[in-house]
């Protein structure tokens, strides 16, 4: 029964994460999940000095923990049910007893509870390094869908010269795009981790590490169900052996808080004495309700939470914020909003068509790990999409509907002449012209030849140029922050008029091929006699369109 | 009275018979000798009635496919937008060529492009997917993996000496292009010749690398069709190949199996960049030409011009 809705659960899970795609109705929450974290939600808010309204679903676990108890850990958790999926697979052989130090070892998540949300109230976010939620999800993006899909078309390419000789052309052609990601095989490894650590007890991480299982314990004892043994017990031990949390104490108690619900006791008990009556009574007693946190450790924890959480913005990275050459993705709240609210799940990666959101790594020190930026040598923001923010569970990126994502201008385009194929070599190249969906790059005729400008007006920084740019090695054209809009509300639409930004697509831009007689190259001067000579040979071609010969 | 006899009669079964086999030689001299009447064929009208109207006119699809024959049809679809925007082939063109295909016996009509903007919307956007869903044995498929395109050696090649060409463009038996008529910012114009850089793995080296005029010369020596079919119903006079840009409309298919002396006949259809030209006058088909891959002067040609 707890297997299935596990399973259901792991399955649901996964499901929603594969949706998560441009695709994505609207009406889809494919971050159901993370929504329903209320740790996420409130470190997001504390941390953000902002109202996520998103984020209100997590009440609604905390208030069925209240009711029910600790259910969520045992039953839906897709990080417990992987756990508990892999524990008889890999652990089946090893026999664990109750580590020594598993007293003190409990209290560690609610050491690193109470450090994420100190961390919070002192304005930065650690909660992503140990929410369940959000590293599963992480996981996942980063870790598990890049080699789910390259096995995938592996797979097809073995079946491919059947198909084609069968002609099955669907299965013949069928290929999906390789996501790939920076940080893989760490994150994978961090999971790897976690679940080698069930090798030392049952749910290691779910006893002594998860801050998001420490935050509904505390309310978990207020709950209706409560595990009650008879009389009678002979204390046998039974129970002590079979509880995957060790909630069960000599003489029949019950460490309330973390009693996870599993029942796994009951089938565990040989006297059948063991049951989870429904009317709130009194804690029996023998029972403790409480995480045995000391007071000084309790002190320890906020001051080292506060501590950690002030000290990680006294680096340089907090003063060049916004002068660091990273592009947010479209609707990513002003910066420091934007790192204290995010909570690194990788939603908005998985979902990305282009592939182009990425983990940022150390350019904005361990405040920006794991936050998406946007890769744009890598693949451009495709213009047609705005998932990023749709999917986004704190709404670090605010989900915009495709006319605000256009004017939510991620940079702008400047172009290194010294690198482009056409200023410095005079070649005829034209690929960020014919890309640019809003005709930002104009030629205009310089030393006899018709050389690419950026209208920074026009330009919203999607990316398509610097990720087309035939030059070998960094594009000649790259987006760079300036102009970036970054609001917290409002309309981009409205901020983009108000400064003047046009991203409507101009038709008949290049009139000026033929109409510019004005913008003919200045008769060369002293230049002329230098590398330009060259050049001259070919005035001819400016009176016509390239491509056409007089 | 003897009773009427069951099965055939003798004469009726050699008046079949040889009927029979004068349709199957007229089809097959026709095929494979005998110059078709018209060099071009250019047909006003709507998309699907004009392409239709153009092969009847050439001899009809039998004319280039032939039973259980593979075609790979190479239309514009590399860019995210819809017909209006006219950077992609008509879906209705592109769907009546591929019909014409599968009655002529074509075994599988594969749709294909190598696309500039992200294939799965491409795919939906330029229509021609959504054409198509309803035709047997039709894919409309984006290739943008490597390891479906194939090193072959150019030997006429002036600037090229080899490139990676879609495989299945290689294995099938028939190709036919289907551009849409477009201005390129680059190579003046964009249609049939220039089309066929949708048909390689590393379209880029053409614009880094090589000039690119001489470059689809040499593409377009190993690279074949037997029949063209230029969409010259919406033309994007301005702002090509991507758009948006000035779009005119002509209302013209343009047909033939002289790829060169259908892109020289469409470059007379509109003003490109608000100037007449000829096709003499377009690097790309000029050096084509030379290479001895058509006809670039059309007037001299024997067109039917007709209407739908």
């Known amino acids: ?550 | 009275m003897p009773k009427a006899r069951e099965g055939v009669s003798r004469r009726d079964f050699l008046k079949t018979a040889s009927t029979g086999l004068a349709v199957g030689l007229a089809g097959r001299s026709r095929g494979a000798s005998a110059a078709p009447s018209h060099d071009l064929v250019v047909i006003s009208g709507d998309p699907a009635a004009a392409a239709h109207r153009a092969v009847d006119a050439l001899g009809g699809m039998s004319r280039f496919v032939q039973k259980g024959d593979r075609v790979v049809l190479k239309p514009n679809m590399s860019f995210a937008s819809g017909p209006d925007r006219a950077s992609n082939t008509h879906p209705a063109v592109v769907h009546a060529v591929a019909r014409m295909c599968l009655e002529a016996g074509a075994e599988q009509v594969m749709v294909v492009d190598n696309p500039l903007q992200s294939a799965e919307l491409c795919l939906r956007r330029a229509g021609v997917a959504e054409a198509c869903k309803g035709l047997k044995n039709t894919y409309v498929q984006m290739f943008t993996d490597q390891k479906f395109y194939r090193e072959v050696k150019i030997p006429k090649g002036k600037v090229l000496d080899r490139v990676e060409v879609l495989k299945e463009a290689l294995d099938s038996q028939v190709l036919i292009c289907l551009p849409q008529a477009k201005s390129h910012s680059n190579t003046g114009i964009s249609m049939g010749i220039k089309g066929l850089m949708g048909l390689i793995w590393d379209r880029w080296s053409f614009h880094s690398k090589y000039n690119i005029n001489e470059a689809l010369a040499d593409l377009a020596t190993v690279l074949r069709p037997k029949l063209t079919i230029l969409d010259a119903t919406r033309a994007l006079t301005t702002g090509g190949p991507g758009g948006p840009g000035e779009v005119v409309k002509p209302n013209l298919v343009i047909a033939g199996t002289d790829p060169v002396a259908v892109d020289a006949f469409g470059v007379g259809v509109a003003p490109w960049y608000g100037q007449q030209f000829k096709g003499r006058q377009v690097e790309h088909l000029l050096a084509a030409s030379q290479r001895g891959l058509g006809k670039i002067d059309v007037d001299g040609l024997n067109i039917l011009k007709a209407t739908a």
């Open chain 1, 1 to 550: 029964m707890r297997a299935a809705s596990q399973a259901v659960s792991l399955a649901l899970f996964t499901l929603l994460f594969a949706l998560a795609n441009y695709r994505l109705p609207d009406w889809l929450p494919a971050d159901i999940y993370l929504r329903l974290d209320p740790l996420l939600g409130l470190s997001a808010m504390v941390a953000g000095r902002v109202w996520v309204p998103r984020v209100v679903w997590g009440l609604a676990l905390l208030v069925a923990t209240v009711l029910i108890g600790r259910f969520f850990c045992s039953h839906i958790c897709p990080l417990g049910a992987v756990l508990d999926f892999l524990d008889p697979v890999l652990f089946r052989r090893v026999k664990r007893r109750t580590l020594d130090s598993d007293r003190r070892l409990r209290n560690i998540k609610y050491v690193l509870l109470i450090l994420c949300i100190a961390a919070a109230l002192a304005g930065s976010s650690l909660v992503y390094l140990l929410d369940p939620i959000s590293l599963l999800t992480r996981t996942y993006t980063l870790a598990l869908f890049p080699p789910f899909v390259g096995a995938v078309n592996l797979a097809l390419d073995g079946v491919r010269p059947v198909a084609a000789a069968l002609r099955w052309m669907s299965v013949a052609t069928l290929s999906y795009a390789q996501p790939v990601f920076y940080t893989s095989l760490a994150t994978f490894l961090i999971f790897a981790g976690l679940i080698a650590l069930g090798r030392l007890a049952p749910r290691f991480w779910c006893r002594y590490l998860c801050p998001l299982g420490a935050l509904l314990s505390l309310v978990s004892p207020l709950g209706r169900l409560r595990r009650e043994v008879g009389t009678e017990c002979p204390a046998c031990g039974a129970c002590q052996e079979a509880c995957p949390m060790g909630a069960a104490t000599d003489e029949g108690g019950t460490r309330v808080a973390e009693c996870i619900q599993c029942r796994t006791c009951v089938a565990a008990c040989p006297e059948d004495l063991i049951t989870f009556p429904t009317s709130p009574r009194m804690l029996p007693t023998g029972t403790s309700a409480h995480p045995d946190l000391s007071r000084r450790g309790f002190l320890y924890s906020i001051a080292s939470g506060v501590g950690v959480g002030f000290a990680v913005q006294q680096s340089p990275f907090t003063p060049l914020q916004n002068k660091q050459q990273l592009i947010r993705p479209p609707g990513a709240l002003p910066e420091s909003e934007f790192l204290t609210t995010c909570i690194r799940c990788g939603e908005c990666m998985k979902s990305c068509l282009t592939n182009t959101l990425q983990p940022t790594l150390w350019e904005s020190g361990l405040a920006g790990l794991w936050t998406p930026k946007l890769d744009l040598r890598l693949a451009a923001c495709e213009q047609e999409c705005n998932v990023c923010g749709k999917v986004c569970p704190t709404q670090a990126i605010r989900s915009l509907d495709l006319e605000e994502k256009t004017h939510a201008k991620l940079g702008t385009a400047v172009l290194k002449k010294e690198m482009c194929l056409v200023w410095a070599q005079d070649k005829l190249c034209l690929i960020c012209d014919e890309i640019c969906p809003y005709d930002a790059i104009v030629f205009r005729t310089i030393d006899g030849y018709r050389r690419p400008f950026v209208v920074a007006s026009r330009c919203n920084g999607c990316g398509y140029c610097e990720q087309r740019c035939p030059v070998e090695g960094d594009s000649a054209i790259v987006v760079a922050p300036i102009g970036q809009i970054r609001l917290r509300t409002g309309s981009y639409v409205v901020e983009a008029k108000k400064l003047q930004l046009d991203f409507k697509p101009n038709p008949g831009d290049d009139q000026f091929i033929l109409k510019s007689e004005g913008l003919r190259a200045q008769p060369d001067t002293e230049e002329s006699a230098g590398p330009r000579a060259q050049s001259q040979a070919a005035p001819s071609a400016t009176r016509k369109p390239k491509g056409f010969l007089p």
